[in-house]
């Protein structure tokens, strides 16, 4: 049973919120987090804190949605923003069904280990990358816990709830030589919680970080110019999140500001590719059992062998355009009103050995890490930096290269990719949109791009 103290009376106030609404829900959340942030030998942060709160929203007639929300969760606070959000007459009351209550339980809780061994194992990190090289110059060690539970309520008589725990550890390292600074970035996370330390031990993801700075130290100049390109497995789906992933969205795709609106059925990817978003993936950073709208989780196929079949909805898109919201409706909290969102987004693997893929090109670009970029969900053109890769020659992977960015268009990669790993790589992060950040994972198969744009080095 959940720890948010519900007030009486919701059935009153759901009764207000909906009358002559499409719909109308109460969402009510408990969040609490610990943040530990070390810099160098130095603790700068350590907060803990506990947050509750609700949001109460209706979607009118013409699929305007009207939000408020509240600290607050006394009976009175409610019916009166329900009564502003109405601006009309008292409504009835609505009933909801029996609670049904689900957990993404953690097999290590964050409660049994104590603050002194937490404060320890950043520092184990931080002494971790530090000791690698007397190069390294600067290492930020991120912690953060954090339990959500919510409830939800609404005007069709559902009532669900859910507890999720979102794990965190980041490690990022700063390497100088001669003049030259090189960072590297490794972090790990879902919704587990400390039992991931078993597979990724804080010394081990410290010296994943510290040796990328290191070997960007020593790598040379990328070439630029058109290549062909080998996206690493190890990549992870920052490639299919951003420059794909945003436009399937239904108030983009639905609403005509995406590359994909008005396309459902056609073909829109090379035939190898499936485009999978699933939020049901157990331990992922993007999982949960219930979306932010009380929908169940849902695996949806987006692109299947290329054609493409559907959008993600929330409950606001999927009223407007006659679909069925398929368990996409995500928001940062209880102050902010659900949007479709990714949760776990992947291309699944294909037929090749990661080996081979590499064995076929003469003369190319192996990416292992991609960072930061930009994209333009109307029309796909994207920038990403690589932050670690490689010369590929003679079929070989050859010198580290620094400074490259890739420069493209999403679906027109897609229908080129000629070649499908049958290997699977997943990254984490948080996603922005329209000012909220939501928890996400992404992932892809090894993948060669026969061409794309590299900026670099003029040879």
């Given amino acids: 049973m959940s720890s948010i103290p519900l007030p009486a009376g919701l059935e009153r106030v759901l009764g207000v919120l909906s009358a002559g609404a499409l719909y109308a829900d109460l969402y009510f959340e408990r969040t609490r987090d610990l943040i530990l942030v070390l810099e160098g030998e130095n603790l700068e942060q350590l907060s803990a804190g506990e947050d509750t709160g ?41 009933h909801p069904g029996p609670p049904r209550r689900e957990s993404l339980s953690p097999k290590v809780p964050f409660g049994e280990r104590d603050l002194a061994w937490k404060v320890e194992l950043v520092k184990r990190a931080a002494r971790a ?37 979102y794990f965190l550890l980041a490690v990022q390292v700063v390497a100088a030589r001669e003049g030259e600074l090189q960072q590297g970035y490794e972090p790990v996370g879902g919704t587990v919680g400390l039992e991931l330390l078993e597979e990724d031990p804080p010394e081990e993801v410290a010296r994943r970080a510290a040796e990328r700075a290191l070997l960007m130290l020593s790598a040379r100049r990328a070439p630029g110019g058109r290549l ?29 500001f995406s590359v994909y609106s008005g396309r459902l059925g056609e073909e829109v990817a090379s035939p190898l590719i499936t485009v999978i978003d699933d939020p049901t993936l157990p331990g992922r950073r993007g999982s949960y059992l219930f979306d932010d709208e009380g929908v169940p989780a849902e695996r949806v196929v987006l692109i299947e062998k290329g054609v493409l079949k559907t959008y993600l909805y929330d ?31 992947y ?33 796909g053109d994207f920038v990403f930096e690589v932050t670690e890769g490689y010369l590929i020659q003679d079929g070989e992977v050859g010198d580290p290269v620094r400074g490259a960015t890739l420069v493209g268009n999403g679906p027109e990669v897609l229908r080129t990719i000629d070649m499908v790993g049958n290997d699977l790589g997943f990254g984490i992060g948080t996603c922005g949109k329209d000012g909220q950040g939501v928890p996400v994972s992404d992932a892809q198969p090894t993948l060669r791009i026969p061409e794309l744009v590299v900026g670099g080095e003029v040879q």
């Fill in 347 to 379: 291309i699944a693997p294909g037929p090749h050995d990661p080996r081979e893929i590499i064995r076929s090109v003469p003369y190319g670009l192996l990416v292992k890490k991609m960072g930061g970029g930009e994209v333009n969900p109307v029309t």
């Fill in 228 to 256: 062909p390109v080998v996206l690493s497995s190890s990549a992870g789906g920052t490639m299919i999140h951003e420059a794909v992933g945003h436009g399937l969205e239904a108030d983009h795709a639905e609403e005509g």
């Fill in 129 to 165: 990358a530090s000791g690698l090289s007397s190069e390294i110059r600067q290492v930020r060690v991120v912690y953060r816990e954090t339990e959500k539970e919510m409830v939800i309520l609404t005007s069709e008589g559902t009532w669900v709830e859910e507890t999720r725990p």
């Fill in 54 to 94: 609700v949001g109460l929203r209706r979607i009118e007639p013409t699929y305007y949605t009207r939000y408020a929300f509240s600290n607050q969760l006394e009976t009175g606070v409610l019916l009166d923003l329900a009564r502003g959000l109405r601006q009309g007459e008292e409504g009835g009351i609505v």
């Fill in 315 to 345: 409950r606001v898109t999927a009223l407007k355009f006659g679909k069925r919201p398929n368990g996409h409706g995500r928001r940062e909290s209880y102050r902010h009103r659900p949007l479709p969102r990714m949760a776990n987004t």
